[in-house]
């Protein structure tokens, strides 16, 4: 039977014990920050994420996106460890280095090789404007399976795609009906799944998980409102794999980060009118 690929990502993520890392506003934004999103793409392991030593994802489980959030731009520095563990001394990839640059929108993804070993990848995430009534299809290889192809009508859209590689399409807004194959077969071995392409959105496909192990899966990341000058800047060092394309949409976290917003919001406009009556209070004396 077809399935959403909306339906490959689990939603209850949240990033509270990343807020105070990472604060996502549009005032932090302009003055220098780049857009970090992270997906779990590991089978069958709950992992934490640390950034720069401070723990940013606590049990996040696979097939979960996080993000996006804001993180000033420049080194950092990123660890997953077990999820019980209470520092990022001992990590199950990395750490590892990344530079990144202000404006720009990435999605960090764990995840296995080829071979089912575990690394992650850094994708740069092109958020230039589509044309009128286009949207822009991205699929990404992370599963431990080799190369690929993407079906569309029983025909191969995309060839030979490997881990860790990608490919974008820009199509007519509209559903399309793909499934995933073996290069050069039409077997599917994930698929076939409706795949919403929406006018001025890109949608980015991850093909994850472990084909020996049949774990494997997809994941969808979206974004919306496309526009500006691309960011496709190949980013990434130290172990990071670096490659190009695609931007995030806001999922639990955004709203997290909102409520969390809105919330210190009340406390501090509190504050201050609880100043105001003391000062009033004062003066009357």
Request: proline share 6%; net charge negative; aromatic share 2%.
């Amino acid at each position: 039977m077809r399935k959403t690929l909306a339906t490959g990502l689990t939603a209850g993520v949240l990033f509270a014990a990343a807020a105070a890392v990472m604060p996502a506003t549009a005032a932090t934004a302009a003055s220098g920050d780049a857009t970090l999103s992270v997906l779990h793409a590991v089978p069958a392991v709950t992992v934490d994420v640390y950034l720069d030593g401070k723990r940013a994802l606590d049990d996040f489980k696979p097939g979960t996106l996080a993000g996006p959030m804001m993180v000033p731009a420049g080194a950092h520095s990123i660890a997953i460890t077990a999820s019980d563990a209470t520092d990022a001394s001992k990590p199950i990839i990395g750490p590892v280095d990344v530079t990144l640059q202000a404006g720009a929108n990435y999605t960090a993804v764990a995840h296995d090789k080829t071979d089912g070993s575990p690394t992650a990848t850094l994708f740069t995430n092109d958020t230039s404007a589509t044309r009128a009534g286009q949207g822009r299809l991205i699929v990404r290889h992370v599963a431990a399976a080799p190369a690929v192809d993407v079906l569309a009508g029983g025909k191969a859209v995309v060839s030979n795609l490997s881990n860790p590689d990608e490919q974008a399409l820009e199509l007519p807004a509209g559903t399309v009906s793909a499934s995933v194959a073996a290069t050069g077969t039409t077997d599917p071995v994930i698929g076939p799944a409706d795949v919403a392409v929406t006018a001025g959105a890109d949608t980015i496909v991850y093909a994850w998980g472990s084909l020996d192990d049949k774990t494997l899966a997809l994941a969808t990341q979206t974004i919306s409102n496309l526009g500006g000058t691309p960011n496709g800047v190949p980013a990434g060092n130290a172990g990071l794999v670096a490659t190009n394309r695609v931007d995030s949409a806001p999922l639990i976290g955004g709203a997290a980060a909102l409520a969390a917003a809105v919330a210190v919001g009340a406390v501090v406009l509190r504050r201050r009118h609880l100043a105001t009556a003391d000062r009033r209070a004062d003066s009357g004396r």
